[in-house]
């Protein structure tokens, strides 16, 4: 058995019944002379000390607990517990010592003093009481607390002594007893009426709970949890209950018995999570009925508040009612969030009617307007319940805005409200944003999304997204990289750019980015339109000169997913637009640094290497072998010089084995074949999604015309961007290369700087769109930027 298996922690139970650490050691189950039978033995991990020698005898009651716990006692109060660290080693001692006594080792309890006093029990008289209680005076205070907690242990006793209380109406009378002690500042009195009121709750007993939590007797409960002996001072929570805890009714409640339901429920919430101290090990099942009474209140309180239907339908008159004050508005939406909250403990049927109550009454349009507002605890509660919803039934949120869309405009819908959210997040973190995105990211899964004869929830909602939404997300991206946001490296006569990215513009982009990645994976058709139509990768493509490495890695991500697609019409937009200059520039400019920029890269490399894509390599070689021949620390690029020069090679033998005659047809043919293949993209992707073809994304806007609210946030980041601008950093650029041909063959030299001109009419030569308002005509025209080769 490995030394994790017996490593075990050894307990000891105290004079004031609570469970003492006596260390952590490695233990045995072996036979020892002196103490002339097989022993359990503990040694200390420090110092090989002995910890624990005990003697496995026949009688003792040795009981297995939550899978890891063996527990006994060797004297009438002496007990011992063992705590292991994994289950296995639990199992092996037990199996032994269950061995030992000749028991079955798949019981829990060896049980022979537990059947010793249940045939005792059994014996009595069954009108003799199974426990005696002492008579509930001051003097027998100290005797009624040894009691409750001598019996802890005992799962029969607790259970006799939680009868006896019920049937006595004891409780009640200890109550009484509190009163008098607190009037006569019975400070000894008060301590022992702590451990008796904190053994009753440990007896986890639902009939005690009922008289104990009741408006009669919860106050005076609590007020003997403040004793607790080892403070010096009592704590004040019932002053914390009645005077700094106030119940606030959005909309008054009619029904006395729903509002008893909800003080209780929030007293002992409050008990449990505050005045009690956190159970031990030993202790983390005593207050499982209490748990689950809060559980069932919770689910009572949502069940009433469901079937009042006036109720409801005034508390969503008053969200979305204009006359509404900010502060009544503010207690109306924590309320929901509340309510959804509390929701999740109902089971799946009743909370699926729950949902569809609220969406009855008008939720959805009610988040709308509240997540546009101004107060940010609002938004915050607001979005809370939002992501409540989409958790629920992401389809429903779905359907409404795709309705929503017949009847407004983008700039009003709910998920273009909830992308300028998350845009527009103030929080420095963007821990609002990240909510958001998660979100989003959620409604646009095509995992989620349901597919009927009739109806195709995948299309429709694409389409949408798509068509109405995008433009919203992409608006940030497009925005900082656009060329008059970049700026040119100062004092350089390189053409790099750098973007003016501050830290949370950084990672407002990243969030941005990971979610085009996640649609590049999952939305293969209409983000292949929406990245040719606005050239969305050469934009991306910018942030590989951030300053912030974490974004660079974005950018880059966000490629090693288009290719990895192996789809050519991917691999001609890219080597047609010389795409890779951006990456390889990178990988340069970073030099021999080790990190995991330079992995990435080499990675994507050697993805092209591996899945042998030959129209990529065959662009790589021929552009940038010059660049990268000099790195040998991996044999990534000389990998792909090997696969280009043998590609090569059988290329000419085809030719040398085609007759002269056709030879001269060669071109013609291979033309044909290409527009054939483009012709084949779209009525593949058709069948590969089951998707109506979605015509090129809709324009409205001109690109620099994004929602007013980013214009807002741009202008907030002004600030901390000036102060967070980097000196520009100069960036290294390839040389000029010749083409790498193995044989010698002489062909046209090219450069990395050859000029590549993405016109309106034919993007890079590959497909033709309409025309596309969003771009500047400036940035159509112009030729891209030339790199230089050489260090």
């Known amino acids: 058995m490995s030394d994790t298996r017996r490593r075990v922690k050894v307990y000891t139970l105290n004079e004031d019944r609570q469970w003492d650490d006596r260390g952590t050691g490695h233990v045995s189950c072996t036979y020892v002379e002196r103490l002339k039978g097989m022993s359990l033995l503990v040694r200390a991990e420090s110092d090989g000390s002995l910890l624990l020698e005990s003697k496995i005898n026949p009688n003792t009651a040795y009981q297995k607990q939550q899978d890891t716990l063996i527990v006994w006692s060797e ?42 006093e249940e045939e005792h029990i059994e014996e009595m008289p069954e009108t003799s009481p199974l426990i005696d209680l002492p008579t509930c005076e001051l003097n027998k205070l100290e005797e009624i607390a040894d009691l409750v907690t001598s019996v802890l242990s005992s799962p029969i006793r607790r259970e006799k002594l939680a009868l006896a209380l019920e049937n006595e109406g004891y409780i009640k009378k200890l109550l009484q007893l509190f009163q008098v002690c ?26 005690l709970f009922e008289v104990m939590f009741s408006d009669e007797c919860i106050m005076d409960v609590v007020g003997c949890l403040e004793y607790d002996p080892s403070l010096a001072q009592p704590k004040r929570h019932r002053e914390f209950l009645t005077k700094t805890a106030k119940f606030k009714e959005v909309i008054p409640i009619t029904d006395s018995e729903l509002r008893q339901k909800i003080h209780q429920t929030y007293r002992v919430q409050y008990i449990q999570d505050i005045i009690l101290p956190t159970p031990s090990v030993f202790e983390e099942n005593f207050l499982s009925t209490l748990t689950s009474f809060i559980f069932f209140n919770k689910v009572e309180i949502v069940s009433m508040l469901q079937e009042d239907e ?40 009743n909370r699926d009617a729950f949902f569809k109550t609220l969406a009855k009454l008008g939720i959805l349009p009610a988040l709308e307007i509240v997540m546009g507002m101004d107060d940010l605890q609002v938004r915050s509660a607001a ?9 629920f039934s992401p389809s429903m949120v779905r359907e409404f805005v795709m309705q929503e869309a017949q009847q407004s405009d983008d700039d009003i819908l709910l998920i273009n409200v909830v992308i300028e959210q998350m845009i527009c997040d103030t929080d420095p973190e963007l821990g609002g944003a990240v909510q958001l995105m998660g979100l989003l990211r959620t409604l646009i899964d095509p995992e989620n999304m349901l597919a009927t004869a009739n109806k195709t929830e995948k299309s429709e909602f694409l389409n949408f997204f798509y068509n109405h939404c995008m433009h919203v997300l992409t608006a940030p991206l497009l925005a900082n990289t656009s060329e008059d946001k970049c700026e040119k490296v100062v004092g350089s006569t390189k053409s790099n750019t750098i973007c003016p990215d501050n830290y949370q513009t950084a990672q407002l982009l990243a969030l941005i980015l990971e979610l085009l990645t996640f649609c590049v994976e999952h939305h ?152 054939e293949d483009e012709e084949m993209w779209f009525n593949e992707d058709e069948e590969e999604e089951g998707e109506a073809v979605v015509p090129p994304v809709e324009k409205s806007k001109q690109e620099d015309d ?4 980013y214009e807002k946030f741009m202008e907030t980041k002004k600030a901390s961007a000036a102060n967070g601008a980097n000196g520009a950093n100069s960036k290294s650029v390839a040389a000029q290369t010749s083409p790498a041909t193995s044989n010698g063959s002489s062909s ?21 769109y309409p025309d596309d308002e969003d771009d500047d005509e400036e940035e159509e025209t112009s030729p891209r930027k030339r790199p230089r080769l050489g260090s």
């Open 706 to 709: 994004f929602p007013d609210s």
């Open 748 to 768: 046209k030299n090219t450069t990395l700087s050859t000029a590549v001109t993405a016109s309106k009419g034919s993007l890079v030569g590959l497909v033709d």
């Open 182 to 207: 607190e009037n006569l500042e019975n400070t000894e009195g008060l301590h022992h009426l702590y451990e008796i009121i904190r053994g009753i709750l440990f007896l986890n007993k639902a009939t």
């Open 310 to 349: 006036k109720f409801l339908s005034e508390v969503f008159a008053q969200l979305t009612d204009e006359a509404t004050d900010d502060d009544k508005r503010c207690e109306l939406v924590n309320f929901f969030k509340e309510f959804c909250a509390f929701s999740q403990t109902l089971q799946p049927q």
């Open 383 to 391: 979005t809370d319940i939002f992501s409540y919803l989409v958790e």
């Open 524 to 675: 293969t058709y209409h983000i292949k339109n929406y990245i040719m139509n606005k050239d969305l990768l050469r934009r991306v493509l910018v942030l590989m000169n951030s300053k912030h490495t974490f974004l660079a890695l974005c950018a880059l991500r966000f490629m090693r997913r288009i290719i990895g697609l192996k789809d050519e019409f991917y691999n001609r937009y890219i080597t047609k637009g010389n795409l890779f200059e951006p990456v390889i520039n990178a990988l340069l400019d970073n030099g021999t640094r080790y990190n995991l920029l330079n992995s990435a890269v080499i990675e994507l490399f050697e993805f092209i290497r591996v899945e042998d894509i030959k129209s990529l390599i065959a662009h790589i070689v021929e552009n940038f072998y010059n660049a990268l021949e000099s790195i040998e620390y991996v044999q990534t690029f000389k990998g792909l010089k090997t696969k280009y020069e043998q590609e090569k090679d059988r290329q000419n033998q085809k030719l040398n084995s085609v007759p002269s005659i056709l030879r001269s047809n060669r071109f013609r043919r291979d033309a044909r074949a290409l527009e």
């Open 75 to 116: 004297a009438e109060n002496y007990d011992l517990a063992l705590s292991f660290q994994e289950k296995a080693g639990c199992d092996e001692i037990w199996e032994k010592i269950c061995q030992v006594q000749g028991k079955d080792p798949s019981v829990e309890v060896t049980q022979d003093l537990i059947e010793s």
